[in-house]
C-alpha cells in the first residue's frame, strides 16, 4: 500500500519555526515529485512546495519563499519542510502528495503544484501560528 504519513504540526507563535515530515511507504521516491498544499478555515487547499526527487528542483508558492524550505532524505523516504518565521495567516491544515514524474507535461504540471496529477495524499497536519 502506498502511505504518505504527515507529521510535525502544532501550536507556535508567530516568528517561530516547525519542520514537517511526510514519511512514504509502499513506493521509491526516485521519479516523483512530492508536495506540501495546505487548507486553511473556510479557504481552498493551496499549493506551498514542491521537490522533485529526480533532480532535486524545488517550487515555492510566493508566500512562502524565502520563509520555508522543502528538502528530501531518500534513504529515509520522507520529506521535510521547514518553516521559519511562521506568520498567523500559514495555519492550516498541512497535507503531502506524491505524483510520478511520467512525462516531461505532467513533470512541469507537478512542478507548478496542480492538484489533479498528484496521485497519493497523506493526511493531514494542523499548523496554529498564534499572533
Known amino acids: 500500500d502506498v502511505q504518505l504519513q504527515a507529521s510535525g504540526g502544532r501550536l507556535v507563535e508567530a516568528g517561530g519555526s516547525l519542520r514537517l515530515s511526510c514519511a512514504a511507504s509502499g513506493f521509491a521516491l526516485d521519479y516523483y515529485a512530492i508536495a506540501w498544499f495546505r487548507q486553511a478555515p473556510g479557504k481552498e487547499r493551496e499549493g506551498v512546495s514542491c521537490?522533485?526527487?529526480?533532480?532535486?528542483?524545488?517550487e515555492y508558492a510566493d508566500s512562502v519563499r524565502g520563509r520555508f524550505t522543502i528538502s528530501s532524505d531518500n534513504a529515509k523516504n520522507t520529506i521535510y519542510l521547514q518553516m521559519n518565521n511562521l506568520k498567523p495567516e500559514d495555519t492550516a491544515v498541512y497535507y503531502c502528495?506524491?505524483?510520478?514524474?511520467?512525462?516531461?507535461?505532467?513533470?512541469?504540471?507537478?512542478?507548478?503544484?496542480?492538484?489533479?496529477?498528484?496521485?497519493?495524499w497523506g493526511q493531514g497536519t494542523q499548523v496554529t501560528v498564534s499572533s
Open positions: 502528495a506524491a505524483g510520478g514524474m511520467t512525462a516531461p507535461n505532467r513533470s512541469l504540471q507537478l512542478l507548478r503544484l496542480w492538484q489533479p496529477v498528484y496521485d497519493y
Open positions: 521537490i522533485s526527487i529526480t533532480d532535486g528542483t524545488t
